[in-house]
């Protein structure tokens, strides 16, 4: 008898895990499938938006990894969806993203109310990431538009709280393969996409107009996206001797390289050569002839380029511009600079208020026309717009979680030896501190496209050091 229940049981679990499985993998065609038919219905009204979160909720429940995974998938081709006068959104990354932050936070407060302990260890910025959260929504005391500044505010959060779903969901070494077979595939299509998109329109490479067509919305943001994948594969090459895929990672290096070859951004140049600096000093004196070969490829390839017709002139325009004043770019972003430093005196403590510097700011006619920003003006400088925006103590949490994330990297290059996770630490390193100095002279990460690789990078780092240290410890316990 005792046999027969354990055997029915034994036949229920596995009914119940075979249906979960298949549910997994159907329920994602059925979002997709559900939310076409409302959006073509009701797009115009609350209702498909209201629908989308419903079916991207039950999505994340029954599968929050699968979820991370597909939302990796997409970043690249997300579109801007706007219900008139209400809000905007990029479809379906942040639908996503809201729901992996709010099931997230739903089952850390579920585990502490049942008095679950954490497997894992303490994510290691915890207190600057919820310092900074609590920051942004402290600075609603000054804001000139309180629902705006809350409604960026959760959006930010949601944004910020990525690092921990990261962190939380990539465990083992086979959660960072798939991480990787999600998101650079996707990424390679959209940079390849965009190429072709900019040799179409050559005439117009360096402007933001020659992006149209593209997944992208202008030369930054795509730099940006495409660097940090860059710089990846080249650490993986520079620094991981062991057994794998060369040619594989040889591909996706010369897609990405030659992706970011027609980057017009000068930001973005700045950024990827500190980056490469700072890979070359992490290979010691050891790898002399790695940084001669690369130093000589990189020579070479610039020399090609650069030989191109229209290339040398339009390239040493761009460079000499960065001097001079006279530069209608640079005029513009000096102006908006002495207005971030404006409102910051205005209210130094907290700041004006979350989003309040695209609230307050008006771009000068006579330096851009007619023209309107499409979306929300920036001070081109996130350390600026957090400054004004957030005030002394949102900019020093703000660079207290930058330091912490350095200081954690460089702590665990000392700690492991492994050549693979070597690899992978140093050039999530190396892409976080291109966004770092890129973020100078720009502000991005109000968009998914970087958002998300930033917040993302920082629960990943961490999670790549967890998994490292664990093998080391089962190797010499074995």
């Avoid at 330091?403 to 070597?422: E, H, N, P, T, V």
Wanted: positive net charge; charged residues 15%; contains cysteine.
């Amino acid at each position: 008898m005792e046999l027969r229940l354990e055997s029915e049981l034994e036949r229920s679990s596995n009914r119940w895990m075979n249906f979960k499985r298949y549910a997994t993998r159907i329920l994602p065609f059925l979002i997709c499938l559900m939310f076409g038919i409302i959006l073509g219905r009701y797009s115009e009204t609350p209702l498909a938006f209201l629908c989308l979160l419903v079916a991207t909720g039950v999505f994340v429940f029954v599968g929050m990894e699968l979820a991370l995974y597909v939302l990796l998938i997409c970043l690249p081709f997300s579109f801007r969806y706007i219900i008139p006068q209400l809000l905007e959104i990029q479809t379906p990354t942040e639908p996503l993203l809201g729901m992996l932050s709010a099931v997230y936070l739903l089952k850390k407060l579920l585990d502490y109310a049942l008095g679950k302990r954490q497997r894992i260890p303490t994510f290691p910025f915890l207190l600057p990431v919820c310092l900074l959260i609590f920051v942004t929504f402290l600075s609603a005391i000054n804001t000139p538009d309180l629902f705006g500044t809350l409604k960026g505010a959760f959006r930010a959060s949601t944004y910020i709280m990525f690092s921990l779903v990261v962190y939380d969901l990539v465990q083992h070494r086979q959660n960072l393969k798939r991480v990787f077979i999600t998101s650079f595939p996707s990424a390679a299509i959209a940079v390849v996409w965009t190429v072709f998109v900019l040799l179409y329109h050559i005439d117009e490479w360096q402007w933001t107009s020659a992006y149209r067509s593209s997944p992208f919305t202008n030369y930054s943001v795509y730099g940006s996206f495409t660097a940090v994948f860059f710089l990846i594969c080249l650490s993986r090459l520079l620094f991981d001797n062991q057994q794998y895929n060369r040619a594989m990672w040889v591909g996706w290096f010369i897609c990405f390289g030659i992706g970011l070859i027609m980057c017009f951004s000068r930001g973005v140049w700045l950024s990827v050569i500190v980056a490469v600096g700072f890979m070359l000093v992490q290979l010691g004196r050891g790898v002399t002839h790695k940084k001669i070969l690369f130093i000589g490829a990189a020579c070479l390839v610039l020399l090609v380029c650069l030989s191109l017709p229209g290339v040398y002139g339009s390239v040493i325009e761009r460079v000499l511009s960065t001097v001079d004043l006279n530069y209608a770019s640079n005029q513009a972003r000096l102006m908006r600079w002495g207005q971030a430093v404006s409102m910051f005196l205005e209210n130094p403590i907290l700041g004006k208020g979350y989003g309040a510097f695209a609230m307050l700011y008006e771009e000068d006619v006579g330096l851009v026309g007619s023209y309107i920003a499409q979306f929300q003006l920036g001070a081109h400088s996130e350390y600026l717009q957090v400054m004004a925006e957030l005030g002394i103590i949102g900019l020093a949490v703000w660079i207290w979680l930058n330091l912490a994330f350095l200081r954690y990297g460089f702590r665990a290059l000392k700690r492991i030896s492994d050549g693979f996770y070597r690899s992978i630490i140093i050039g999530l390193m190396a892409a976080e501190i291109s966004l770092m100095v890129h973020f100078i002279v720009n502000n991005l990460l109000n968009g998914d496209a970087i958002g998300v690789p930033f917040w993302g990078i920082y629960g990943l780092l961490p999670a790549v050091v967890q998994i490292a240290e664990q093998e080391k410890e089962r190797t010499l316990n074995g």
